[in-house]
């Protein structure tokens, strides 16, 4: 009898499968991670009024003898980007700050078609974030992760709208956290993924697969200006603080805590500190000279880079914990973040817009 039902068992697994199919048990799809997602991605066309200087029409030397200006005219130029709905309530909208820059006007197309004029909110141009606000009911957010909680290897979805197609899904892996050094923003957290990122892209929604916004798609590494599997990503964590900050004040404070940091020596992990300005937060919690900071309320500290994106993008008068190394010895402060001084600065490097 046993005999009998191990045939019939290998009777059925070496039954053949009609090609182009699978058994239903191996079917694998993320459709419903993107039914849920999807809605709360939406479509960005500005317009921009641009300034253009058109040569006069004359005989160089002689334009030259009678110093006749060229003439200005003004043209609108449009563009395409994404954007990612975060409060349904409010109708707030996560973007880039690159694709709304200098727009004369913002419209918000969403996933059933329905468009409205978009408000703005506010714009950080060093971390490339911005809020958009429009007037509508019946919105859908896409509920916010812990981009922290992040892995290398971690299966990942891209939203937006890229070339002006409009909503396309990619999908792909986290390929590396935490890049710098990169010369996009003034502040660098960057989230890599291998998930198609294009132009238009921008804005856009990096998604978990059960459905939690972890990024903001901002720029790829191209020769072409196509995707080559090498995209960014702002994490969310960056771009909810720079938001708060924008929501309630209009403005970001950015915060420092007055000291002069480095990599150190030997390729270790941390920013080491080689200043402390007198009666700075620092100063005043005992961090001294040599101190290795290695971690910012249970957060790691990689690099120099780290540490200044993630105080810049927290606000002024914020308690943390600091965690460092003194020579052999583990120690720990509590102080408070201050408002910087200077601001960041700014670039006008092009992303996927």
Do not use: W
């Not at 697994?13 to 939406?42: D, F, I």
């Not at 005992?286 to 500290?301: E, M, N, Y």
């Not at 927290?314 to 408002?339: C, H, K, N, S, Y």
């Amino acid at each position: 009898m046993i005999l009998r039902l191990f045939s019939l068992f290998l009777l059925i697994c070496s039954a053949p499968v009609s090609a182009g199919a699978l058994p239903p048990s191996q079917k694998a799809s993320v459709a419903a991670v993107v039914r849920a997602v999807t809605p709360g991605v939406v479509n960005i066309a500005t317009k921009r009024i641009e300034s253009v200087e058109v040569p006069t029409v004359v005989d160089p030397v002689l334009e030259e003898f009678f110093d006749i200006p060229n003439t200005r005219l003004k043209r609108e130029t449009t563009s395409a980007g994404s954007g990612v709905i975060v409060d349904a309530d409010r109708g707030l909208i996560l973007t880039n700050e690159h694709v709304v820059r200098g727009a004369s006007v913002i419209e918000v197309t969403t996933k059933d078609d329905r468009r409205f004029r978009a408000q703005l909110v506010g714009r950080d141009k060093a971390t490339d974030v911005a809020v958009l606000r429009i007037k509508a009911d019946n919105l859908t957010a896409v509920p916010i992760g812990d981009s922290r909680a992040l892995e290398v290897g971690d299966f990942v979805l891209a939203v937006g709208n890229p070339f002006g197609l409009g909503q396309t899904v990619t999908s792909g892996i986290v390929s590396a956290m935490g890049r710098t050094g990169l010369g996009i923003e003034g502040y660098e957290d960057f989230i890599q993924t291998d998930a198609s990122i294009n132009p238009g892209n921008s804005g856009g929604a990096l998604v978990t697969l059960d459905g939690r916004l972890v990024g903001l798609n901002t720029a790829i590494l191209s020769k072409s200006g196509a995707s080559h599997g090498i995209g960014f990503a702002i994490p969310i964590e960056m771009a909810r603080r720079i938001m708060t900050q924008l929501v309630e004040t209009g403005e970001v404070r950015r915060g420092q805590i007055g000291v002069s940091i480095r990599a150190p020596a030997g390729g270790r992990p941390g920013a080491e500190i080689v200043a402390v300005e007198p009666a700075s937060p620092a100063a005043i919690a005992g961090l001294a000279k040599g101190d290795v900071i290695g971690a910012v309320d249970g957060r790691t500290i990689a690099s120099p880079a780290q540490l200044r994106t993630l105080l810049a993008v927290t606000p002024a008068g914020t308690e943390i914990d600091v965690r460092f190394r003194r020579r052999d010895a583990a120690m720990q402060a509590r102080l408070r973040i201050e408002a910087a001084r200077q601001k960041a600065a700014e670039t006008d490097v092009t992303r996927t817009r």
